[in-house]
């Protein structure tokens, strides 16, 4: 019979750290937190210092009765869940629910990576519950239940049920929607830039670029200075007033904490914060390597110190010296410093063995672990490697009154570039200028063609995920641990849809980021909401108590709460006129507020039902086709009339039913325009050999062979899983008869195999099978679960969100 009892999340991290603890200890999962506030009541006494009442989860309590249980059978229980706040949490409340049955001895474990040395390290010396990190996860839970609770019920009031707000939910929309403004007042302007090719007595030929004219920075503003300028140098002489040569270099970047993890991931791997925490986790709580043995591939995923640990430095600089030789290693170790109130407690996201080389176990890994873990083991071996170094040339050269300058680099080392180059937003990459020829001050240089180029300003990017996050992090906005919640939130409530890649708020999320910030503009502040989680860490530190951080947040909320209440307006009830005639009955139209937004509808309703959709400005359906003109149909000469239905936008033949045209609307940085034109893509059909072109249909884009009716081929979207069955086709989502999703071969009818739930290109841990099913459900979440009838393993992989209950709000 096993001495002790070990408790952790996830079944993954059980058996790994089973398999390392022996038979001695019986190692058990939580699956996540077993205790939340109530769903159906606040949960918090706010008159007696805002005392929290906790429950057993929904689902939880068959586990916390199997914990209990396995706990009477002996006499030390350690407590293993990760060390952040929200595992100090669980392990609290397992202590509570633990403490009552026999006389048990409750230890708490840390450790920042699952191997077998760091394990028995950590169960060498165990430690106590930190009440400090309990408190401020406390703290944190509680904040988010006032304002979910308090502000929410206000949204189903008076705009729509089903809406909710959130202390940093409601910030991270705020900045979404911001950038969209920003766009929209943003007024582009002209200017020109001059390029000229130009030659020297020795190779190669190269460009300069106009730096400066008449003593000033350079600016041709329209046709008429540009052709005057154009003027000028075509008589002018191009020599070369001056002649730089320095020597640069480019330092490695630190190894990743979280936030940096998930941008990178986003821009190199394309994944969503989502994904790249999920994929992480299973990095870090263990993978089996073909020895029988399960082990933790990276650190722990969720931290924002840089420090790694001296162990881990000395194998790097061996690994560096024996494999890349030593002009790659920095005489000492590279030591970076972490940011303001980072929890160094944690290391840096690094690989557990530098010597465990991404490609030695490829074999092991499912695709996106390995494109991850590839990832950070190349960063952390970088991050300790030499600086690359670069001779960089600049040339001066004079034409009559305006200058030219030139940049050319040349790489001399690479150093820690042969390994890692770290991806950009929106910009260029360094160290990508050409060579330039060797010249001399005086040189007149011969000009092959001069090269005007009319510009206009931009405005600033929509943000991306990796952009957003970046935002996040530099205004101190929650933590890199919950952007994934953050972002999941404000998408599911279709307050922001996803263009490109890239947030664009819908018109709900943009109304209701304008009733909160007006009614709430103190909690949902930048500053307001940075300084609150910098009380957060001054709690967990044992600086600041607990209660009475809410208590200063409480007063000012309060305040808040209690005028937008009674100054809010109720947009459900609210109807302005549309300006328009109904072209039904003939009176006249109103703008209102449905369950999808704004619309126009006749104010004789309900004598007349007819209803019309409306901008963002509020204009009726004719304007939103960019005038008052009507659009004719194509087919049948009847107005094209805009609809909504459950999949968006769309025009639609006025002579329906007789008439069944429709076409798809599209929106384009505020513009709303209509599909033209089907978008050709650079593949044939396999079948009749024509072009292939991305369609729209009622379950939006799909690619497809241009030659319909005549040909009916539709290209599958593959998911990056080989068929289990016929080993020779790729599993392809697609639709039922029905409408409902799901997954199977591309050879078929060949090969007829099919599944309803999403599969992954993941190995079952205990089984074996070649790939996991995916599920995600609102009372369990995300889980991945093996298909094999006669194996029973199944993860929970992220929890479904706490989504706050109003039905009965405390006043």
């Known amino acids: 019979m096993p001495k002790a009892m070990v408790i952790v999340e996830s079944p993954a991290k059980a058996r790994t750290i089973g398999k390392y603890l022996g038979k001695n200890y019986n190692v058990c999962a939580s699956v996540g937190h077993i205790k939340d506030l109530p769903k159906k009541t606040l949960g918090v006494d706010i008159k ?18 199997d914990l209990k249980k396995e706990a009477e059978k002996v006499t030390e229980i350690y407590l293993a869940t990760d060390p952040d706040r929200e595992g100090e949490a669980i392990c609290q409340h397992l202590a509570e629910e633990l403490n009552g049955g026999a006389n048990h001895k409750i230890y708490r474990v840390q450790f920042n990576e699952i191997t077998r040395s760091a394990i028995l390290r950590a169960f060498e010396n165990p430690s106590t519950i930190d009440q400090n990190k309990v408190s401020a996860q406390q703290a944190r839970r509680i904040l988010d239940r006032l304002v979910g609770y308090k502000v929410s019920p206000l949204l189903w009031q008076k705009v729509r049920r089903g809406l909710s707000a959130g202390r940093v939910q409601t910030v991270a929309l705020r900045m979404i929607v911001e950038r969209e403004q920003e766009i929209r007042a943003f007024v582009s302007e002209e200017y020109w830039r001059f390029t000229a090719d130009l030659k020297a007595k020795n190779p190669p030929s190269f460009e300069a670029g106009a730096v400066k004219h008449k003593g000033k920075k350079f600016k041709i503003s329209n046709q008429e200075e540009a052709d005057q300028l154009m003027k000028e140098l075509r008589s002018a002489d191009f020599v070369v007033s001056e002649v730089k040569k320095k020597k640069r270099k480019r330092n490695p970047v630190p190894p990743f904490i979280t936030s940096k993890l998930q941008q990178e991931a986003s821009r190199k791997l394309r994944f969503s914060v989502k994904k790249c925490m999920v994929v992480a986790q299973r990095l870090y709580e263990g993978v089996e390597l073909g020895d029988g043995e399960s082990v933790g591939l990276i650190t722990y995923m969720r931290s924002d110190s840089t420090r790694v640990a001296d162990s881990a430095l000395t194998e790097l600089r061996e690994y560096v010296q ?29 690989p557990t063995s530098v010597f465990r080389e991404p490609e030695k176990i490829k074999t092991f890994l499912g695709r996106d672990e390995y494109r991850l873990y590839e990832l950070i083991w190349r960063r952390f071996v970088a991050s300790q490697m030499t600086p690359a170094q670069f001779d960089q040339t600049e040339i001066e050269i004079e034409a009559n009154e305006t200058l030219f300058k030139a940049v050319g680099t040349v ?5 820690f570039l042969k390994l890692y180059r770290e991806g950009r937003d929106d910009a260029p990459p360094e160290d990508d200028k ?62 922001v849809n996803k263009e490109d890649r890239r947030f664009v708020p819908t018109e709900m999320g943009e109304v209701v980021t304008e009733l909160l910030v007006l009614h709430f503009g103190g909690i949902f502040a930048y500053d307001y909401t940075a300084k609150l989680e910098q009380g957060l860490d001054e709690i967990e530190s ?16 309060s305040k808040e709460l209690q005028q937008a209440r009674k100054n809010m307006k109720n947009l459900k009830k609210e109807e302005t006129p549309a300006g328009v005639k109904c072209e039904k009955c003939g009176a006249e139209m109103v703008i209102r507020w449905g369950r999808f937004g704004r619309f126009v509808a006749c104010s004789s309703y309900p004598e007349c039902k007819n209803t019309r959709e409306v901008t963002q400005e509020g204009s009726s359906d004719q304007e939103n086709q960019g005038g008052s003109e009507e659009r004719p149909c194509e087919k049948c000469g009847k107005p094209m009339v805009l609809k909504k239905g459950r999949y968006g936008e769309f025009l639609a033949c006025s002579g329906y039913p007789e008439c069944k045209n429709t076409k798809k609307v599209i929106q384009d940085n505020g513009e709303v325009g209509v599909e033209e034109t089907q978008e050709t893509k650079n593949e044939k059909c396999p079948q009749c050999g024509s072009q292939l072109v991305q369609k729209h249909g009622p379950y939006g884009a ?7 009716p005549d040909c009916k081929y539709i290209k599958q979207e593959t998911i990056g899983v080989d068929c289990p069955e016929c080993k020779k086709g790729q599993l392809t989502r697609r639709r039922s008869r029905r409408g409902r999703y ?5 050879t078929f009818p060949e090969c007829k195999f099919a599944l ?20 995600t459900t609102k009372k369990e979440g995300l889980t991945h679960f093996c298909n094999n009838p006669e194996c029973d393993y199944k993860e929970l992989v992220e929890e479904a969100p706490q989504i706050e209950s109003v039905d009965q709000m405390t006043a």
């Open 48 to 65: 007696n210092d805002f005392r929290p009442t906790y429950e057993i989860i929904a689902g939880k309590a068959k586990i916390v009765h």
């Open 322 to 350: 024996t494999t890349l030789g030593k002009d790659y290693l920095p005489p000492k170790p590279v030591v970076y410093k972490s940011k303001k109130g980072a929890q160094d407690a944690h290391e840096a996201i690094r």
């Open 411 to 415: 790489m001399k080392f690479d150093g």
């Open 434 to 495: 050409k060579p330039l020829p060797e010249v001399e001050k005086g040189e007149k240089l011969q000009v092959q063609e001069i090269v005007p180029e009319q510009k206009f300003t931009q405005p600033p990017p929509r943000y991306t995920e990796a952009t957003l996050v970046k935002a996040l992090e530099e205004k101190g906005i929650g933590r890199p641990s919950t952007y994934a919640q953050i972002l999941s939130v404000i998408t599911s409530r279709d307050y």
């Open 542 to 557: 044992g600086k600041e108590d607990w209660v009475h951080t809410l208590k200063e947040f409480y007063k000012g909320f």
């Open 702 to 708: 799909f690619v497809a062979c241009a030659d319909y």
């Open 742 to 746: 799901f997954y199977g071969c591309s």
């Open 756 to 775: 309803w739930q999403k599969p992954i290109d993941v190995k079952c841990p205990s089984c074996a099978a070649p790939y996991l099913l995916e599920r």
